[in-house]
T-cell receptor, first 110, second 113 residues
Framework: DAKTTQPNSMESNEEEPVHLPCNHS???????IHWYRQLPSQGPEYVIH???SNVNNRMASLAIAEDRKSSTLILHRATLRDAAVYYC???????????FGEGTQLTVNP | DGGITQSPKYLFRKEGQNVTLSCEQN?????MYWYRQDPGQGLRLIYY???????QKGDIAEGYSVSREKKESFPLTVTSAQKNPTAFYLC????????????FGQGTRLTVV
């Protein structure tokens, strides 16, 4: 499994953009990069995923570095409901193993 | 509605007893997973299964057992051999393909007294 490094915590103000970084320098060429988030006392929920090019959906954008060793999850306008732990997960083609790191705790200030 | 269901939400057991946590999905997903989460920590993989009648150990399988007799069901048994079973347990499922998302249940909070 590719290893990931994320900051333990980040803080943002409401309605401001948030950039959540993830380092995955050992990722292989066929690994997809998935992001999930977990609100308190709930199961994680899917946010976005990508392979090489940048991706957008209704929740967020994913910017993937050209060398694929890092990626950034972008929340364009943070809301209080976005306060959660965000996990970056490289998903390997070698199996369906889905493992989580410690993630980044995002705090959104009103 | 399609989804993944864990039951019960809260479970209390006495020390030394085995307990089985239920996980059912009607999404026709191939793979299913069990995780353990301790307060303030990330999710740790216990077991996962890619097809019926087959499963693999995750990072912390000791003291746990699973079965996958049906595609829709992946029950987890916390045995008396698990030294510290009190935790939040999460089940997930997804299709094989790498570009598909995983769906999670709402979790079972197990307390062993």
């Amino acid at each position: 499994d590719a290893k990931t490094t994320q900051p333990n915590s980040m803080e943002s103000n409401e309605e401001e953009p948030v950039h959540l970084p993830c380092n995955h320098s050992t990722i292989s060429g066929t690994d997809y990069i998935h992001w999930y988030r977990q609100l308190p006392s709930q199961g994680p929920e899917y946010v976005i995923h990508g392979l090489t090019s940048n991706v957008n959906n209704r929740m967020a954008s994913l910017a993937i570095a050209e060398d694929r060793k890092s990626s950034t999850l972008i929340l364009h306008r943070a809301t209080l409901r976005d306060a959660a732990v965000y996990y970056c997960i490289p998903l390997s083609a070698s199996g369906s193993r889905l493992t989580f790191g410690e993630g980044t705790q995002l705090t959104v200030n009103p | 509605d399609g989804g993944i269901t864990q039951s019960p939400k809260y479970l209390f057991r006495k020390e030394g007893q085995n307990v089985t946590l239920s996980c059912e999905q009607n999404l026709n997903h191939d793979a299913m997973y069990w995780y353990r989460q301790d307060p303030g920590q990330g999710l740790r993989l216990i077991y996962y299964s890619q097809i019926v009648n087959d499963f693999q150990k995750g990072d912390i399988a000791e003291g746990y057992s699973v079965s996958r007799e049906k595609k829709e069901s992946f029950p987890l048994t916390v045995t008396s051999a698990q030294k510290n079973p009190t935790a939040f347990y999460l089940c997930a499922s997804k299709m094989f393909e790498l570009n598909t998302e995983a769906f999670f249940g709402q979790g079972t909070r197990l307390t062993v007294v």
